[in-house]
């Protein structure tokens, strides 16, 4: 079994640690998670949670009403595929856990993602979100 990473979005990116190593990261539609979660068995998943931040996205100055009412729409459809991880998790027996965005830290490039983790391959920014959110957790499963 696995520790499986959840970056959500529309491109969401995945994770996946096996015994604490880092094995395998995508990106996949947002449409496709549960199938994908289906034909990947896990232990645990760990996700972005952005339901759990406590910041409130308001129109910085020189932002259009437009481009304010476009991250609003955004945020709550993040918060809505958040909802339907734990839905999608709880149907399928599969321990999960949202992790606050600002838990996770701030976003990682591919040279400081390859130091942290030792992946050295290409890498989307979604999928190495993913690989960070779970970061903390993916020695959990080798000790089941």
């Known amino acids: ?56 996205f308001t129109a910085a100055k020189g932002v259009s009403a437009a481009a304010a009412l476009k991250i609003a729409r955004n945020v709550g459809e993040i918060d809505r595929l958040c909802k339907d991880i734990e839905a999608m998790c709880k149907r399928m027996g599969i321990e999960a856990y949202g992790v606050a965005p600002l838990a996770k830290g701030s976003k990682v490039n591919a040279g400081d993602f390859a130091q942290i983790t030792g992946w050295k391959t290409r890498s989307s920014q979604h999928a190495r979100d993913a690989a960070m959110v779970a970061w903390p957790y993916r020695n959990k499963a080798s000790k089941a």
């Open 1 to 56: 079994m696995s520790i499986v990473g959840i970056d959500p979005g529309q491109s969401t990116g995945l994770a996946v640690y096996e015994k604490g190593k880092l094995h395998w990261l995508h990106t996949v539609s947002a449409d496709r998670l549960e199938q994908w979660l289906a034909q990947h068995p896990a232990q645990l998943v760990i996700f972005e949670d952005s339901r759990k931040t406590s910041k409130t």
